[in-house]
């Protein structure tokens, strides 16, 4: 649905580190 899907996922556990995705 999104092309950050994926992001969706870690966005759930660290929300406050949204703005530097490391993963």
Known sequence: AQ???H???F???EPLD???VQY
């Open 3 to 5: 092309p950050d899907e």
């Open 18 to 20: 949204h703005g530097t």
């Open 11 to 13: 966005l759930l556990l």
């Open 7 to 9: 992001k969706s996922d």
